[in-house]
C-alpha cells in the first residue's frame, strides 16, 4: 500500500484533494471510513487534543491501524491542532501518520522554534511521519458560529502571506503547511462561510514549496472548494459538518423509537449521518462525479 507521502503527492499531481475528517468516537470513525471504501479514495482520520483525550490517544491510534490492515486500505491519522510540543511527542510515539504543531497564536519566531523541535523529534521516530504547521489564526473552535471569531485572519492584510510561508516552510522543515486563506475554524449559523482567496493560495503554494492543506471547510460553497484545490490545496479538513450530522442522526434515530435502548441499533442513526457528510464532501474533493 502507498504511504501517506506517496498518496498526497499523486493528489497533488492530479489536482484532487485527501479529506481530513473528525472523530470522537469509533462510531463517527465507521461512517467515515466506509464511505472512504465505497469511493476507493485514501481518507485521514483527524483527531484534535479534547477529541484524543476523549478516545484515547493510543487506542484510536490502535482502531485506525487495525482498519488499515485488515482491510488493506488507504487510511491514515493525523494528530490535528496539537499546542504543545509535548503533545506532538506524545502522538508520535503512539504511532500517528502524522502530526500538527499549531503555533499559529505564536509570535513566528516562537513559531518556528517549536515547530522545528517537532519536527526534529518526529524524523528521529519516525521518517515517515508527516508533519504540520500553520500560519496565521482561523478561530479555533468547530462549532457553529453566531459570527466570525474574534482576531481571525479574514482580511487580506491579516491573511497568510506567500514571504512568511516561505520563511517559514524553510526555516522549519515542515511536509505541510495549514494557511489562513480566509478560511475558518467552525461554520457560521448562515451556512455559508466567507469566500477563500483563491489568488492567496497559488501564492503561497509556489513560495512555500509544500503541499497546503486547508483547515475549516465546513461551510466552504464546492465551487471555492474546486477552486482551491486547482490552486494547490491538497487536503481538506472537515469537522463541524460531521459534528453536526452525528448529533441530528442520532437525536433523530431516538426520537423515532423512544423505547430503543440497544446502541448498536439507535447509533446506526449518526453512522449514517456521518457517512452521507463524509461520502458527499470525499466525491467532491476526489473530483469523482
Ligand atoms: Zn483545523
Given at each position: 500500500?502507498?504511504?501517506?507521502?506517496?498518496?498526497?503527492?499523486?493528489?497533488?499531481?492530479?489536482?484532487?484533494?485527501?479529506?481530513?475528517?473528525?472523530?470522537?468516537?469509533?462510531?463517527?470513525?465507521?461512517?467515515?471510513?466506509?464511505?472512504?471504501?465505497?469511493?476507493?479514495?485514501?481518507?485521514?482520520?483527524?483527531?484534535?487534543?479534547?477529541?484524543?483525550?476523549?478516545?484515547?490517544?493510543?487506542?484510536?491510534?490502535?482502531?485506525?491501524?487495525?482498519?488499515?490492515?485488515?482491510?488493506?486500505?488507504?487510511?491514515?491519522?493525523?494528530?490535528?491542532?496539537?499546542?504543545?510540543?509535548?503533545?506532538?511527542?506524545?502522538?508520535?510515539?503512539?504511532?500517528?501518520?502524522?502530526?500538527?504543531?499549531?503555533?499559529?497564536?505564536?509570535?513566528?519566531?516562537?513559531?518556528?522554534?517549536?515547530?522545528?523541535?517537532?519536527?526534529?523529534?518526529?524524523?528521529?521516530?519516525?521518517?515517515?511521519?508527516?508533519?504540520?504547521?500553520?500560519?496565521?489564526?482561523?478561530?479555533?473552535?468547530?462549532?457553529?458560529?453566531?459570527?466570525?471569531?474574534?482576531?481571525?485572519?479574514?482580511?487580506?492584510?491579516?491573511?497568510?502571506?506567500?514571504?512568511?510561508?516561505?520563511?517559514?516552510?524553510?526555516?522549519?522543515?515542515?511536509?505541510?503547511?495549514?494557511?489562513?486563506?480566509?478560511?475558518?475554524?467552525?461554520?457560521?449559523?448562515?451556512?455559508?462561510?466567507?469566500?477563500?482567496?483563491?489568488?492567496?493560495?497559488?501564492?503561497?503554494?509556489?513560495?512555500?514549496?509544500?503541499?497546503?492543506?486547508?483547515?475549516?471547510?465546513?461551510?466552504?460553497?464546492?465551487?471555492?472548494?474546486?477552486?482551491?484545490?486547482?490552486?494547490?490545496?491538497?487536503?481538506?479538513?472537515?469537522n463541524t459538518e460531521i459534528r453536526l450530522a452525528y448529533r441530528k442522526g442520532i437525536q433523530i434515530a431516538l426520537q423515532d423509537d423512544r423505547e430503543e435502548i440497544a446502541p448498536y441499533r439507535f447509533m446506526k442513526g449518526g453512522v449514517k449521518a456521518v457517512h452521507d457528510v463524509a461520502?458527499?464532501?470525499?466525491?467532491?474533493?476526489?473530483?469523482?462525479?
Amino acid at each position: 500500500m502507498q504511504d501517506l507521502r506517496s498518496l498526497i503527492a499523486d493528489a497533488q499531481e492530479r489536482k484532487v484533494a485527501v479529506g481530513h475528517f473528525n472523530v470522537s468516537d469509533s462510531e463517527q470513525l465507521r461512517g467515515i471510513f466506509s464511505a472512504a471504501q465505497e469511493l476507493a479514495v485514501p481518507v485521514i482520520i483527524g483527531v484534535s487534543e479534547g477529541e484524543r483525550e476523549f478516545f484515547g490517544v493510543r487506542q484510536i491510534a490502535a482502531l485506525v491501524r487495525s482498519l488499515r490492515e485488515e482491510h488493506d486500505f488507504p487510511v491514515f491519522l493525523n494528530a490535528d491542532h496539537t499546542y504543545s510540543v509535548e503533545g506532538v511527542k506524545k502522538a508520535v510515539d503512539a504511532g500517528f501518520d502524522a502530526v500538527i504543531f499549531d503555533g499559529a497564536k505564536l509570535s513566528l519566531a516562537e513559531n518556528i522554534e517549536q515547530m522545528k523541535q517537532c519536527v526534529a523529534y518526529a524524523r528521529s521516530a519516525n521518517p515517515a511521519i508527516l508533519v504540520e504547521g500553520e500560519l496565521g489564526y482561523i478561530g479555533g473552535s468547530s462549532k457553529i458560529l453566531d459570527e466570525v471569531p474574534s482576531g481571525a485572519a479574514i482580511t487580506d492584510e491579516l491573511l497568510t502571506n506567500a514571504a512568511e510561508a516561505q520563511q517559514f516552510v524553510e526555516a522549519t522543515g515542515v511536509d505541510l503547511l495549514a494557511p489562513a486563506v480566509g478560511n475558518l475554524h467552525g461554520m457560521l449559523k448562515s451556512g455559508k462561510n466567507p469566500n477563500l482567496n483563491i489568488g492567496r493560495i497559488s501564492e503561497i503554494r509556489q513560495a512555500a514549496g509544500v503541499p497546503l492543506v486547508l483547515h475549516g471547510g465546513s461551510g466552504i460553497s464546492d465551487e471555492d472548494f474546486r477552486a482551491a484545490i486547482t490552486a494547490g490545496t491538497t487536503i481538506v479538513h472537515i469537522n463541524t459538518e460531521i459534528r453536526l450530522a452525528y448529533r441530528k442522526g442520532i437525536q433523530i434515530a431516538l426520537q423515532d423509537d423512544r423505547e430503543e435502548i440497544a446502541p448498536y441499533r439507535f447509533m446506526k442513526g449518526g453512522v449514517k449521518a456521518v457517512h452521507d457528510v463524509a461520502h458527499a464532501r470525499l466525491k467532491l474533493f476526489n473530483g469523482v462525479a
